[in-house]
Nanobody, 123 residues
Framework: QVQLVESGGGLVQPGGSLRLSCAASGSIFAINGMGWYQEAPGKERELVAA???????MYGDTVKGRFTISRDNAKDTVYLQMNGLKPEDTAVYYC?????????????????WGQGTQVTVSS
């Protein structure tokens, strides 16, 4: 019943910016860590950024200084602000979260993925 819905992807020129959003909904009891991953065709999904529920962050080496991850716990939403975009950033971006759901008297903790949103950086 829990789902993550992403938005904000699109086409942007090199040096431009995009802001991705990922909102969780459903029978949520708690959300722990959240993160963003990128996947290009034929490549493995790679970690871009992660954030704890307390706001501590970590980034992949290729995006440090350019991307910023943040979250709004009241809205069950995680964001990725992407600045100084490069063609090599082109990929499908997926959000991820560890969520404890509560439904029908049962607690269940699992790892959830968003549907993915396309980011294309091209002139």
């Amino acid at each position: 019943q829990v789902q993550l819905v992403e938005s904000g992807g699109g086409l942007v020129q090199p040096g431009g910016s995009l802001r991705l959003s990922c909102a969780a909904s459903g029978s949520i009891f708690a959300i722990n860590g959240m993160g963003w991953y990128q996947e290009a065709p034929g490549k493995e999904r790679e970690l871009v950024a992660a954030i704890t529920r307390g706001g501590s962050t970590m980034y992949g080496d290729t995006v440090k200084g350019r991307f910023t991850i943040s979250r709004d716990n009241a809205k069950d939403t995680v964001y990725l602000q992407m600045n100084g975009l490069k063609p090599e950033d082109t990929a499908v971006y997926y959000c991820n979260a560890e969520i404890t759901a509560y439904s029908s008297g049962v607690y269940s903790t699992g790892n959830y993925w968003g549907q993915g949103t396309q980011v294309t950086v091209s002139s």
